[in-house]
């Protein structure tokens, strides 16, 4: 039986770091491999194979771990809200997005998201409520956005696809937080049963979207595609999918965040040096003010803490002076 609350994020020990940390090389890999499948594969059948794939490695893990799918009941609602919005939408705004723009410039666009969790927590998770410092970072977040797309701007509304593939690649990373907020608030579950649910309505509903598509496969197939989707399901989808839950559910959706200073920062490099993918200055420099946007938002939430211990200290002493004296 599902039970819809919402716990308080726990504090993050040593395990949920090394994890953090796990998910930014198989998330920032994840644009590499992406767009080795798409030299092959058009991008609702890379999307289908990827979930495909990962739905498969899930379940074998739920069978050999003696875990369950969800049971039936309304929460196949739930799961089916957390599958679109955190595997089946950005999963192919991003494939299309890859067609078009770098996987570089894509994972920059997409280190916005935290700035979009911190919005969505403040209505909908406890204990993480908007204030100066995450505004700030919000506007600051958006520079380094308008920075990267702004000389692009002036044609929208005309066929320039590459704005059309960036704007894309933001509405994934809208998707994506929305998706983790959503998974937050459906309480404490098992992961691997959890992932297995979501990634169960994601393969039914890619797979049927790729239909069409199937026919537009490059043939014979190279084999660094086949590999890079296999990658793609069993690690960058499978494992992280199981990996997210656990840390959604644990430290919550603000921590997990964290992961998105250091994914882009992987993914230019790696594109850098494997894909040999040119960076300009707007890309840095939009980097770097998105990256700001978030470490000045985080310090909000630091600063906070902080004053908070400091207040807390003055009550307990003010109170152990207090009993003193009686």
């Known amino acids: 039986m599902y039970i819809y609350c919402i716990d308080m994020p726990r504090k993050p020990d040593s395990r949920d770091w090394m994890i953090l940390f796990a998910l930014t090389i198989f998330w920032g890999t994840a644009f590499l491999f992406n767009e080795l499948a798409l030299r092959s594969f058009p991008p609702a059948v890379v999307v289908a194979l990827r979930t495909s794939i990962a739905l498969i490695t899930v379940l074998a893990a739920l069978r050999f771990s003696g875990s369950r799918l969800p049971p039936p009941g309304r929460g196949w609602a739930a799961i089916g809200a957390v599958a679109t919005l955190g595997t089946i939408l950005p999963f192919n705004l991003v494939a299309w997005a890859q067609q078009h723009i770098d996987s570089s410039l894509t994972a920059v666009l997409m280190a916005i998201m935290p700035l979009y969790v911190i919005t969505l927590s403040h209505y909908f998770v406890p204990g ?90 490059q043939w014979p197939a ?5 590999a890079a989707i296999a990658v793609l399901g069993m690690i960058a989808t499978a494992l992280s999918t199981v990996l997210f839950f656990r840390l959604v559910q644990g430290p919550g959706p603000a921590f997990l965040s964290i992961v998105n200073y250091l994914v882009p920062a992987w993914a230019v490099l790696v594109g850098a040096i494997i894909l040999s993918e040119p960076l300009s200055g707007a890309v840095l420099g939009g980097l770097a003010l998105i990256l700001t946007g978030i470490a000045v938002s985080e310090a909000g939430q630091w600063l906070a803490k902080i004053v908070g211990m400091r207040r807390t200290a003055r009550a307990l002493a003010s109170a152990m002076a207090t009993s003193e004296k009686a």
């Open 222 to 226: 190279a084999l660094e595609s086949v």
């Open 128 to 217: 993480q409520r908007l204030n100066a410092f995450r505004m700030v970072g919000f506007v600051l977040g958006f520079g380094g956005v308008f920075l990267v797309i702004g000389p692009d701007l002036k044609s929208l509304g005309t066929s320039n696809v590459e704005l059309w593939a960036m704007l894309a690649a933001l509405a994934a990373a809208l998707s994506y937080a929305a998706g983790s907020v959503f998974a937050r608030r459906m309480g404490e579950q098992d992961p691997l049963s959890l992932s297995s649910g979501t990634l169960l309505v994601s393969a039914l509903c890619t797979g049927a979207f790729a239909l069409p598509d199937v026919n537009a496969i």
